[in-house]
């Protein structure tokens, strides 16, 4: 005989399905470390240190081993979504309104207050299941705290990162950090504040976030009523979530404190350096404070340690601009500029240019502002323009040291400038960057700078001027085909090495891999210009950018905006981000 489960019986099969919840979670407390190694994510190091923390303070060993940066948030909910059967919900799947959450505790019989103390939210879903998230997903008390606040009613736990239970608790409490950081002691509670485990817990999962989806800058910005969290992943701002107002100080005060910046100071621009582990990686940072109408604005650049390969292979150069770039850099002396503005990647061509130039039997100095990743037998130089050292004055001693090849990290006065063309009319091949647009207004751009017009045209053997474009993700990208004139224009330019392949024209979707993007990585366009006795003609006889610009044309260099349209044909980026980055 079958017929609907009685209340005793589905109160039978709750008290089993938590004792099952709490066999695992204790099963999962003895041997998470060892499995961690096992997957590779954590390294044996790294299972020692955190159980010689948890020894010493206790806590949990999966938190611990986040809070040291030997692993990622994101990483340790995947394993316990894993283990537990449970699944992890995005912030889109929790409820935005509080109010859901208070009406559901009043009906617990418990007061909501003592469910924050807990760190347990709980929610009645449309299915009138009873949700539950907590704190600690591995309390083995968690099943029965439910069964007593919600006999007879069905239950299921989920996991989820820690930005959005702050979001949620900040909301029900209202009590946040601004009225704990007044008076006179606002200082000293603000160091405080920095210290507290949960604070340092939240910075340390936001930046491993961050780290693991690519993002090259964190931006945490104050407004009247809420702090945004924003990350830049391939070059694109992107909103990852916001906070009460009332969480920034103890977060900005936490970043300042381990960046060596002063809490006190709230006035005036600081900047500071860290370094930590990221999921088990060391990565340095950068951290820029600026003072707004609401609150310092905070942005931290990430600047991974470890050793970087460096090829011309990797910058995306099509063949015919890659064997260009060879024959420049074969030159015994003069200078070859990279263009483009800031975040363009001048700083990663020039260091893989250097590697290809560097066959251990020539000196190769650099100066630079700031030495931003270290290169093996090199000689590296770091300005300091708060003592004098500037790149001219380090540019001058550095002649003195017998270099064949010299980088200067921006050409960026007349001073800087002389000193290059001195260093590269004695024999030196000089490679350094500039701000300009495109690759002929480097010409106009020396010559406003005061230098004469011979000294530009005479040292100056080659300009390249950059962009970076996203990459299509490879595994949603579709098939796309797009308007004639973007395949008129495209045809003109495909080089013959390319003429008998056909176009593979595609455009973004987004799925789990690229975050939803659409795009995952990016690539160089560029343009080549080689400075040929035509152009020594135009530089010398004052001509404009423009005839500059038509010449170029006549020699068949492409465009940035052709060489990006290349690549779309052959499937690698989309039109529409070729047009975006090149907006004319």
Known sequence: MTGKATPHTERENRKTQNLKLKQKAQAILSFLGKYLQEKKLITPEDLQKAEAYQ????????????????????????????????????????????????????????????????????????????????????????????????????????????????????????????????????????????????????????????????????????????MEVRFRIDGVLYSRFSLPISRFPAISSRIKLISDIDIAERRLPQDGRLGLRLSGESVDMRVSTVPGVHGESVVLRLLPKESRKFSLDTLGLETDNYNILNQWIKEPHGIILVTGPTGSGKSTTLYATLEAVNDRKKKIITVEDPVEYHLEGITQIQTHSEIGYTFARALR?????????????????????????????????????????????????????????????????????QRLIRRLCPICAESVMPIPDIQDITKKIIPKALENKEARWQNPVGCPECQGIGYKGREGIYEMVTVTPEMQHFILSGKSANDMRELVKKQNCRSLREDGLLKAWKGVTSVEEVLRVTAE
């Open 55 to 226: 020894n010493r303070i206790g806590g949990r060993l999966g938190n611990i081993l986040t809070r040291i940066g030997a692993l990622s948030e994101d990483a340790l909910l995947n394993v316990l979504s894993e283990l537990l059967g449970i699944s992890i919900l995005d912030s889109q799947n929790i409820p935005a309104d509080s109010q859901i959450f208070r009406e559901t505790m009043k009906q617990s019989g418990f007061d909501p207050e003592w469910w924050t103390d807990q760190e347990v939210l709980v929610w009645e879903d449309s299915d009138r299941q009873i949700c539950c998230i907590a704190r600690d997903p591995l309390n083995d008390s968690l099943g029965e705290l439910l069964e007593r606040a919600f006999p007879n009613r069905e239950t299921a736990f989920f996991l989820a990162r820690s930005f959005d239970l702050e979001r949620v608790f900040d909301a029900l409490s209202r009590s946040g950090t601004a009225a704990a950081v007044s008076g006179d002691k606002e200082i000293h509670q603000l160091r405080e504040l920095a210290e507290e485990a949960p604070v340092i817990e939240f910075v340390n999962n936001l930046l491993s976030q961050a780290y693991d989806q690519r993002a090259s800058d964190v931006h945490i910005e104050p407004g009247e009523h809420i």
């Open 397 to 465: 001693s550095i002649l003195r040291q017998d270099p064949d090849v010299i980088l200067i990290g921006e050409i960026r006065d007349k001073e800087t400038a002389e000193i290059a063309i001195q260093a590269s009319l004695t024999g030196h091949l000089v490679l350094s960057t500039l701000h300009t647009n495109d690759a002929v207004s480097a010409f106009t751009r020396l010559i406003d700078m005061g230098i004469e017009p011979f000294l530009v045209a005479t040292p100056i053997r080659a300009v390249m001027a």
